[in-house]
Structure formats: C-alpha cells, structure tokens
C-alpha cells in the first residue's frame, strides 16, 4: 500500500473547496464544509491521512513540507482552482520527483485530457465517482487495470481505462467521521447558520432533479439517487454521539435528503430517538406531514434551494417546482418552527432586471432566516454550460473565470439585455434590501439577545459581512 495523502491543496483564502455539491468560491462569511468527497476514498486506503490546507490555514510552503513525506498525494481540484492545484502538483514534483500525483473532482472527470496536458506533474486524473479508484491506485494495480482512470504513461502519451459503474450498494463505504477525528479539526468548520461545531455527512449520492446549474449529479454522482441504508446512517451517528460529543449538530448533505420521504422519516425518528439536533438540504415541495415527523424528531433547519422568483426561470433551469408551492412550504415550516436558510442564484436563463427585482422581493416576502446569493456558475459538464456556450452568453474559453484573483465568485454569464457587470452587482443589491430592513435587523439582534455566544457570532459574521460587500462594489 502506498503511503497516501488526501489533499485540499492551498489555494485562494478563505476559499472553499470542500464544497462540491455546489460550487467554490470564497463566501460573504467565511465558512469551511467537510472534504467528504476526499474523506470518503481516505476511509477506504489505510494509513492515509486527509489534509484540507485551506480550513488549516496552511500556505503553499507548510503543505509541501507535509505532502513530501507521501509516496501518492492525491489532490480535490475544481474549475476554479485547478491551475493553483496543477501549480501546486509541479512545486511538490520539483522537491520529490518520485511522487505520484492524482487528481479527482467534477473538472477532472468531465476533462480528463484537457487536465492531463494542463501540466506533466499531474500522473493521473479519476473519472465518475473515485473512491475505489483511489483504492486501487493506493494498493499498486496497474493502471491499465483500475476503471474510471486516465494516465499518463512513460512515453507521455495518455490513455483512459473503460468508465467506472457507479457505486450501488452504500453502505459497502466505510463511515467517513471516524477520519475527520483523526485527520480534521471541527472548529475549523464553520457555517454561520449551522451550530458549531458541526458535522455534515451524505446518506446517499446522486440527485433525481435535473437543474441545469448543479454541478455534481451532471458529472459525478448521477441523477439517480443511491442510498445507504437507514440503519448504516444510524450507526454512522451513533459513533458520532460516542466518539465526537463535543458536535451540536449533524448536516446531511445529500442534495435532496426528503426525495424519498419515507425513508427520511424513518431515519428521523431514529435520529429522534438518539436526541440527535440535525439538519438538511431539501426541495421546497416537501409535505406538512413529513415536515412535522422530522421536526418532531430534532430536525432544526433546512437549506432550501429556492433559486429564483420567478416561473418562468425555474422551468427554464429544470427546476421542477413553482414560487406558490414554495411560498406554501415556507409557510409550512414557519408554523412547525422550523429554520430555513435559503438559496437564490442570479444570472440563470431569463434573467432580466424585472426578475432580479422580483426574486429580492419574493425573498423578502417568503423571509427566510438567512439567505445566500450566488451567481449561476456554468461548470463545464452542465447543461447550463453547454446551453450558454450554445447561444453565445459564454464563450468557451471563458470558463475558467469563475472566480476572481481573491476568489470572489464572478458573473461568468451574459445576455444582450443584461450585462455581467449588473449581474455581479444584483449581489450586494440582493444582500442589502434583504439584510437591512427594520424588521430582519430587530430579527437578528432579538436572536442575539438571547445568547452570548451568538452575539459574538453574529458580530464576527457582520464584519466578514461587511468586508463582502465592500470587495463586491470594488
């Protein structure tokens, strides 16, 4: 077995990598998600360790210094911090010419050739979903023989093994908590509208919604939703409880955990019965009756994706839901006290100066308790990508401008009636007209009232707040 790092290399700071499901970017308050994606293929290679150099606050120079130790050093990379991970792979090659430097994530998966020539220090790139991959490469296989891989060979030319089926049985997967004890500090994962400390797991993988923008089901995960068992989730927890009882709250992070109800109600009641304080991503369709059987069983908040105010945009991004059953599921959960902190993206296929002003006014409307506003991102492997290319909002070779020098999430897309710069902007007109009204600020300091703890929370967040929106109007 070869002695192997999992690595979140250096990259922008404050920059999120570990968050795949959606994009990555630098945040308005900084926040760090778990590295499942590398945590996962860890659990499975003994002796591994996981290194997330940017929630560790490491620079380029400390992760050299630890990643020259390791005989294979396999990096996460995305679209936009591919040429910082490739920059990395060639510093590491130059101190230990031996090494052997893989590369998984969504950009590789989708370009493995493109990824491949980008730089001679990257040896392989994974495709479909990595774990075994992984595995395989850490045992010494030949690579000719490990599916789902792309090579370089000694020649330099390249060569690609047949895909690799996508994992059916879950629960085959090691648990991933035990790595983040072992590898990760949890203070140092940090999202504002989450308790802290928090751990986030999937219980499945793959989406059965088809929006155009989410990146992972369009190039990794699929769209069918695979899933480990109620009772292997539970166990999962139960070690958490046991082993990490400083966590106030788990985060499932599947990308619609309520798509199959019955499921979700039956690990809710086991969650219930452990007294576990958890939360999740769902679609705003979700019925009062499944939302009071997870409420009434430690269900605290939801991540909503809400995305856009207006109808016609949420059928032009396959959305599959209309604003009336959102503005009803809101409602829904107002009345069980349950939390939502809700997404919204600008730029998406539609948009128009009307439509921004009708999202920021359905968003203030439906009020949830936080918001996050992002810029549609076309990753390359998306629909979205492939449909803003075909019309001319995108030009190819545009791509990689995703993020700016900082990692400040850029407008990647524009249309003849709306330019990238007033798109951009929509952010911290969003931001402001949801933010600083009387009625959301009595909110939050009514919140802050009630506790120290988050009184400091909040400030530190206002200030990174502030520092945002300032960095936006520059």
């Known amino acids: 077995m070869l002695k192997t790092l999992f690595l979140q290399a250096p990259s922008f700071e404050g920059f999120d990598g570990g968050a795949g499901s959606r994009y990555q970017a630098k945040r308005e308050i900084k926040s760090f998600w778990y590295p499942t994606w590398l945590a996962q293929p860890a659990a499975l290679v003994p002796g591994s360790r ?26 996460h990379t ?11 792979a060639e510093l590491l090659k130059a101190r230990h010419p031996g090494v052997i430097v893989g590369m998984v994530g969504a950009k590789v998966a989708v370009d493995p050739v493109g990824s491949l020539n980008a730089s001679p220090a990257i040896d392989w790139v994974a495709r479909e979903e990595f774990d075994y991959t992984c595995l395989e490469v850490a045992e010494g296989r030949p690579y000719s023989e490990i599916l789902g ?18 994992l059916e049985d879950m629960d085959q997967l090691p648990f991933v908590a035990p790595v983040y004890r072992r590898d990760l500090n949890l203070n140092n994962y940090f999202i504002g509208y989450l308790k802290h400390p928090y751990v986030s797991l999937y219980t499945g993988r793959g989406c059965r919604s088809k929006c155009t923008f989410c990146l992972w089901p369009q190039t990794v995960g699929g769209h069918r939703y695979r899933v480990r068992s109620p009772e292997h989730v539970l166990e999962e927890v139960r070690w958490i409880k046991e082993h990490m009882p400083e966590v106030q709250e788990i985060m499932f992070d599947d990308d619609t955990f309520t798509d199959l109800r019955p499921r979700a109600e039956e690990i809710a009641r086991g969650l219930g019965r452990l007294g576990v304080t958890w939360s999740c991503n769902a679609k705003a369709n979700v019925p009062y009756e499944t939302l009071k059987i997870l409420k009434d069983n430690g269900l605290r908040l939801l991540l909503v994706g809400y995305e856009s105010g207006d109808d016609q945009i949420l059928r032009n991004i396959k959305k ?4 009336d059953i959102a503005r009803r599921f809101t409602e829904d959960c107002r009345k069980l006290g349950i939390i939502i902190h809700g997404t919204f993206i600008l730029g998406l296929p539609g948009e128009t100066r009307e439509t921004i002003e009708k999202t920021i006014r359905f968003a203030q409307e439906i009020n949830p308790h936080t918001v996050q ?13 492939r449909e803003a290319v075909a019309r001319g909002w995108l030009e190819e070779n545009d791509a990689i401008n995703l993020v700016n020098e900082q990692g400040i999430q850029l407008a990647a897309i524009s249309y003849p009636h709306l330019s990238k710069e007033e798109i951009f902007h929509g952010v911290e007109t969003f931001y402001k007209r949801f933010y600083f009204r009387p009625s959301k600020i009595w909110e939050i300091v009514t919140e802050m009232l009630g506790s120290w703890e988050m009184t400091k929370r909040r400030l530190r967040e206002g200030v990174e707040f502030f520092r945002f929106l300032s960095a936006h109007q520059g």
């Not at 599959?320 to 604003?323: A, E, F, N, P, V």
């Open 50 to 75: 996981l290194l997330d150099a940017p929630a560790d606050g490491l620079d380029v120079e400390a992760t050299l210094a630890i990643a020259q130790e390791y005989e294979l050093v396999v990096i």
């Open 78 to 88: 995305s679209t936009p911090s591919f040429p910082t991970d490739a920059r990395f």
């Open 149 to 166: 891989l792309s090579y370089r060979n000694a020649d330099g030319s390249l060569s690609h093994t047949a895909p690799r089926p996508l």
């Open 320 to 323: 599959g839901l209309r604003t």
């Open 373 to 385: 506003v992002s810029l549609a991102a076309p990753y390359p492997g998306t629909r979205l990508y």
